[in-house]
């Protein structure tokens, strides 16, 4: 949560009309499903700061290591897509980061990371991390500047220091918090023990001397991957936002972006299910990579005075540019529920939609579904559970050109032949994603369709073992691999998960779309086809499961929903409503090996993308 001075009070939402044509964020995000004509490139940027002086918004990122002098790199706009570069806040790291954390000039960091920008009431402060990676040799600096227009930094010294051995924190990460009742604390944090706050002297911008270190969050487990703290205040509440998973892997990056919330800011923290972010299942995801905003992270806050609106401004890595590392700039709202909700970015996706759905996998012959055994994380297994409806048993399959990867959508992490132990009997369990790592063919996935709408699941590793339920299709059951038998053991029925969208397999914009929202009357049926990404027409799915099969009667969502009647797909690609013309027709959906689906009735087969509204 930023303190900035009176006169620069972010604008309002409905004040952006004047500055990017949006009318509200229901609007902005409703505009970014129409990708445009022409989309300006997002600025190089990892680990964004904002903050807004007389008119112009300022950002403050982690420098770039393959080039020298680039120590905190800014850039300014007035629009939040266009960006002037200003150049790097220093040239040179002091001399007191290099004499604390032991280095010669020669083996210094070659940037400094995450910074945080704020206004004291008399000065910006610029807060940034050095460090030696991967261990909690760290230290955490402040600059200052009495402005931001041609600013001149001046070095004020070291703010916090984690050693080896000594401290159990890591110093970098820092976030200035300003409570309630106008104290100011810093908050730091990343990896080893995880996210911590101490209240700190507005006249130096240090930390109150004597005053310990509180934590706040910390996953229980192994190697705790979470960073990156940024505040909100609202409605009588900190919200504390978070990176989960790890970023810096360009394309490869599954960095996410997850909150909890608290009434007093050193916490406790709880997510939206009431599990404390001090227990590794807390934390509730608001954010994750879709479409070319691969590994959505790195996050910073700027909201206006009383915390209603504001600015959540990002790093991705785009896919469609090498992994280059890149500005994401977001509105901030809050739900009915009372908590925050993310909006596309201002500057919007060239694709439609939000990246891949999330299925449930469901064994031939049972109703239980593939699980993660206790919503566990690296090593938890992979078994048949009762349908719980929770993440834990969501999956989303992703093409990456040599098979497919099969993610949990609570873990973030993906199946894999446990171990790599490819014999039949080998276990099917969860890892991070290592998948793009050379010869490592053990998290990838291929697909076969033995008929009628089922679906085997098999290793890319030699000898294709398949997916195999061991014993009956209940709960409780495991999932291994064995080699191919064509046994209904081996065989699975894929269910969408919510509304869906059924895109074109060639053109990144287009999606099945019901004609003018509803079934037409008499005798002919409402047309369906692939048409451009458009919020008011009807191009949301839903799949509901015909009991015995592997097939599906596929809804519209909201079509004819004013006459009162359920519109779904006939068995051509048209839509009708049930009990009237003729009945639903029954549909399988088989994922292929080229990331597409195979849309099937007993008339026609469809190629479709299945992604997320």
């Given at each position: 949560?930023?303190?900035?001075?009176?006169?620069?009070?972010?604008?309002?939402?409905?004040?952006l009309?004047?500055?990017?044509?949006?009318?509200s964020?229901?609007?902005?995000?409703?505009?970014?499903?129409?990708?445009?004509?022409?989309?300006?490139?997002?600025?190089?940027?990892?680990?964004?700061?904002?903050?807004?002086?007389?008119?112009?918004?300022?950002?403050?990122?982690?420098?770039?290591?393959?080039?020298?002098?680039?120590?905190l790199?800014?850039?300014?706009?007035?629009?939040?897509?266009?960006?002037?570069?200003?150049?790097?806040?220093?040239?040179?790291l002091?001399?007191w980061?290099?004499?604390?954390?032991?280095?010669?000039?020669?083996?210094?960091?070659?940037?400094?990371?995450?910074?945080d920008?704020?206004?004291?009431?008399?000065?910006?402060?610029?807060?940034?991390?050095?460090?030696?990676?991967?261990?909690?040799?760290?230290v955490?600096?402040?600059?200052?500047?009495?402005?931001?227009?041609?600013?001149?930094?001046?070095?004020?010294?070291?703010?916090?220091?984690?050693?080896?051995?000594v401290?159990?924190?890591?110093?970098?990460?820092?976030?200035?918090?300003?409570?309630?009742?106008?104290?100011?604390?810093?908050?730091?944090?990343?990896?080893?023990?995880?996210?911590?706050?101490v209240?700190?002297?507005?006249?130096?911008?240090?930390?109150?001397?004597?005053?310990?270190?509180?934590?706040?969050?910390?996953?229980?487990?192994?190697?705790n991957?979470?960073?990156?703290?940024?505040?909100?205040?609202?409605?009588?509440y900190?919200?504390?936002?978070?990176?989960?998973?790890?970023?810096?892997?360009?394309?490869?990056s599954?960095?996410?972006?997850?909150?909890?919330?608290?009434?007093?800011?050193?916490?406790?923290?709880?997510?939206?299910?009431?599990?404390?972010?001090?227990?590794?299942?807390?934390?509730?995801?608001?954010?994750?990579?879709?479409?070319?905003f691969?590994?959505?992270?790195?996050?910073?806050?700027?909201?206006?005075?009383k915390?209603?609106?504001?600015?959540?401004v990002?790093?991705?890595?785009?896919?469609?540019?090498?992994?280059?590392p890149?500005?994401?700039?977001?509105?901030?709202?809050w739900?009915?529920?009372?908590?925050?909700?993310?909006?596309?970015?201002i500057?919007?996706?060239?694709?439609?939609?939000?990246?891949?759905?999330?299925?449930?996998?469901?064994?031939?012959?049972?109703?239980?579904?593939?699980?993660?055994?206790?919503?566990?994380?690296?090593?938890?297994?992979?078994?048949?559970?009762d349908?719980?409806?929770?993440?834990?048993?969501?999956?989303?399959?992703?093409?990456?050109?040599?098979?497919?990867?099969?993610?949990n959508?609570?873990?973030?992490?993906?199946?894999?032949?446990?171990?790599?132990?490819?014999?039949?009997?080998?276990?099917?369990?969860q890892?991070?994603?290592?998948g793009?790592?050379?010869?490592?063919?053990c998290?990838?996935?291929?697909?076969?369709?033995?008929?009628d709408?089922?679906?085997?699941?098999?290793?890319?590793?030699?000898?294709?073992?398949?997916?195999?339920?061991?014993?009956?299709?209940?709960?409780?059951?495991?999932v291994?691999?064995?080699?191919?038998?064509?046994?209904?053991?081996?065989?699975?029925?894929?269910?969408?998960?919510?509304?869906?969208?059924?895109?074109?397999?060639?053109?990144?914009?287009?999606?099945?779309?019901?004609?003018?929202?509803?079934?037409?009357?008499?005798?002919?049926?409402?047309?369906?086809?692939?048409?451009?990404?458009?919020?008011?027409?009807?191009?949301?799915?839903?799949?509901?499961?015909?009991a015995?099969?592997?097939?599906?009667?596929?809804?519209?969502?909201?079509?004819?929903?004013?006459?009162?009647?359920?519109?779904?797909?006939?068995?051509?690609?048209?839509?009708?409503?049930?009990?009237?013309?003729?009945?639903?027709?029954?549909?399988?959906?088989v994922?292929?090996?080229?990331?597409t689906?195979?849309?099937?009735?007993?008339?026609?087969?469809?190629a479709?993308?299945?992604?997320?509204p």
């Amino acid at each position: 949560m930023k303190r900035t001075p009176a006169s620069l009070v972010l604008i309002t939402i409905a004040g952006l009309l004047g500055v990017i044509g949006l009318a509200s964020p229901a609007a902005a995000t409703a505009a970014t499903h129409r990708p445009p004509a022409t989309r300006p490139v997002d600025p190089i940027a990892h680990d964004p700061t904002m903050v807004k002086e007389k008119g112009w918004y300022y950002v403050a990122i982690t420098g770039d290591a393959a080039f020298d002098n680039t120590y905190l790199p800014l850039k300014r706009s007035r629009d939040l897509v266009h960006w002037e570069e200003l150049g790097p806040a220093i040239t040179e790291l002091p001399a007191w980061v290099l004499e604390s954390l032991g280095v010669t000039p020669q083996n210094a960091p070659r940037d400094a990371w995450a910074p945080d920008l704020s206004w004291s009431g008399t000065e910006w402060r610029l807060y940034y991390a050095a460090s030696q990676f991967g261990t909690n040799n760290s230290v955490i600096g402040l600059l200052t500047s009495p402005t931001l227009a041609n600013a001149q930094w001046e070095d004020q010294g070291l703010v916090v220091r984690s050693q080896p051995g000594v401290d159990t924190f890591n110093a970098i990460d820092p976030n200035i918090v300003t409570d309630a009742d106008g104290g100011t604390w810093l908050s730091w944090g990343s990896f080893f023990s995880g996210i911590h706050v101490v209240p700190v002297d507005d006249a130096t911008g240090k930390p109150v001397a004597g005053a310990q270190p509180v934590r706040i969050a910390q996953r229980q487990f192994a190697p705790n991957a979470e960073e990156n703290p940024t505040f909100a205040w609202h409605d009588g509440y900190y919200y504390l936002f978070l990176s989960w998973d790890y970023c810096c892997r360009s394309v490869e990056s599954d960095y996410r972006t997850v909150v909890g919330r608290s009434p007093d800011l050193t916490g406790p923290y709880v997510d939206a299910d009431g599990v404390p972010l001090l227990d590794d299942k807390g934390g509730t995801e608001v954010l994750r990579g879709y479409n070319e905003f691969v590994g959505a992270g790195g996050g910073d806050l700027l909201m206006d005075k009383k915390g209603r609106t504001g600015y959540f401004v990002n790093h991705y890595y785009d896919a469609t540019d090498g992994g280059a590392p890149r500005l994401n700039v977001r509105t901030l709202t809050w739900g009915r529920d009372g908590w925050p909700v993310i909006s596309d970015p201002i500057n919007p996706s060239r694709s439609i939609g939000h990246g891949d759905a999330f299925v449930q996998i469901v064994p031939r012959g049972g109703t239980a579904v593939v699980d993660n055994a206790g919503c566990g994380y690296e090593g938890a297994d992979i078994a048949l559970w009762d349908d719980l409806d929770n993440a834990c048993q969501q999956w989303q399959l992703s093409d990456r050109g040599n098979g497919t990867r099969i993610l949990n959508r609570y873990s973030n992490n993906v199946a894999e032949v446990a171990a790599c132990s490819n014999v039949d009997g080998g276990d099917v369990a969860q890892w991070g994603w290592l998948g793009f790592l050379a010869n490592n063919d053990c998290q990838r996935w291929t697909f076969a369709a033995p008929g009628d709408g089922w679906t085997t699941i098999a290793s890319i590793l030699p000898g294709n073992r398949a997916w195999t339920v061991q014993g009956a299709p209940a709960a409780g059951s495991d999932v291994l691999i064995s080699s191919p038998t064509g046994g209904t053991e081996q065989q699975f029925r894929v269910e969408p998960v919510g509304d869906v969208l059924l895109a074109s397999p060639t053109d990144p914009h287009r999606t099945l779309t019901a004609a003018r929202c509803q079934s037409r009357s008499g005798h002919r049926a409402g047309t369906v086809g692939f048409q451009p990404r458009d919020e008011r027409a009807c191009q949301t799915w839903r799949f509901e499961p015909v009991a015995g099969t592997a097939a599906y009667t596929v809804l519209s969502v909201g079509a004819d929903a004013r006459r009162g009647a359920v519109a779904c797909l006939g068995a051509d690609l048209t839509l009708v409503r049930a009990g009237r013309h003729q009945e639903c027709g029954a549909w399988t959906l088989v994922p292929t090996d080229d990331g597409t689906w195979a849309l099937s009735s007993d008339r026609t087969t469809q190629a479709v993308r299945l992604l997320l509204p």
